[in-house]
T-cell receptor, first 115, second 113 residues
Framework: DAGVTQSPTHLIKTRGQQVTLRCSPK?????VSWYQQALGQGPQFIFQ???????QRGNFPDRFSGHQFPNYSSELNVNALLLGDSALYLC??????????????FGPGTRLTVL | DAKTTQPNSMESNEEEPVHLPCNHS???????IHWYRQLPSQGPEYVIH???SNVNNRMASLAIAEDRKSSTLILHRATLRDAAVYYC??????????????FGKGTKLSVKP
């Protein structure tokens, strides 16, 4: 049973460019969350998708957008890249609505470097 | 959002028990206490969670204070593979939706052979 997969593993972009990161959830999961982890910090919640809709959003600008496909996979798009967007981007999947008890399964992340 | 406080770092010897503390004095009655850990160069992984009673699973035990203002993650016999950053997280149970994970800086656990 494949866990959460993310692509690409590493990515280098320059300021002002746009980037798309991809995530495939664990088999049987229908909810995908995205997190940004700067060096030496804990992950910060970006947004969560369920039933192809953004259900929750953290404190991130509109340059960060996402999409969930009918097969539950997801994309994270970042426009107008800034140096401060350099980070590890983590995708996590889980199943259905819950009341704070669900377990999130994380992928290995995509390391984005903005030059 | 309710906050948690953890020591920045802890050290342990291999095969000895480890007690990782977490303070959450502003916890609300419906907040679940979750623990995740992040091994080097990996994404976080779930360890354990609880609400009021102590919990055990194959990875660890979670001891929750009676007033729920603090909790302790217990690794019964630390191994080198347990060296990681451990995050204590309060999970807000929102009506009709999942509470997202709010990570702090966590506790970096070092395990000495």
């Amino acid at each position: 049973d494949a866990g959460v997969t993310q692509s690409p593993t590493h990515l280098i972009k320059t300021r002002g460019q746009q980037v798309t990161l991809r995530c495939s959830p664990k088999s049987g999961h229908d909810t995908v969350s995205w997190y940004q982890q700067a060096l030496g910090q804990g992950p910060q919640f970006i947004f969560q998708y369920y039933e192809e809709e953004e259900r929750q959003r953290g404190n991130f600008p509109d340059r960060f957008s996402g999409h969930q496909f009918p097969n539950y996979s997801s994309e994270l798009n970042v426009n107008a890249l800034l140096l401060g967007d350099s980070a590890l981007y983590l995708c996590a999947s889980s199943w259905g609505p819950s009341w704070g008890t669900d377990t999130q399964y994380f992928g290995p992340g995509t390391r984005l470097t903005v030059l | 959002d309710a906050k948690t406080t953890q020591p920045n770092s802890m050290e342990s010897n291999e095969e000895e028990p480890v007690h990782l503390p977490c303070n959450h004095s502003t916890i609300s009655g419906t907040d679940y206490i979750h623990w995740y850990r992040q091994l080097p160069s990996q994404g976080p992984e779930y360890v354990i969670h609880g609400l009021t009673s102590n919990v055990n699973n194959r990875m660890a035990s979670l001891a929750i204070a009676e007033d729920r203002k603090s909790s302790t993650l217990i690794l019964h016999r630390a191994t080198l593979r347990d060296a990681a950053v451990y995050y204590c997280i309060l999970r807000v149970a929102l009506g009709g939706s999942q509470g997202n994970l709010i990570f702090g800086k966590g506790t970096k656990l070092s395990v000495k052979p």
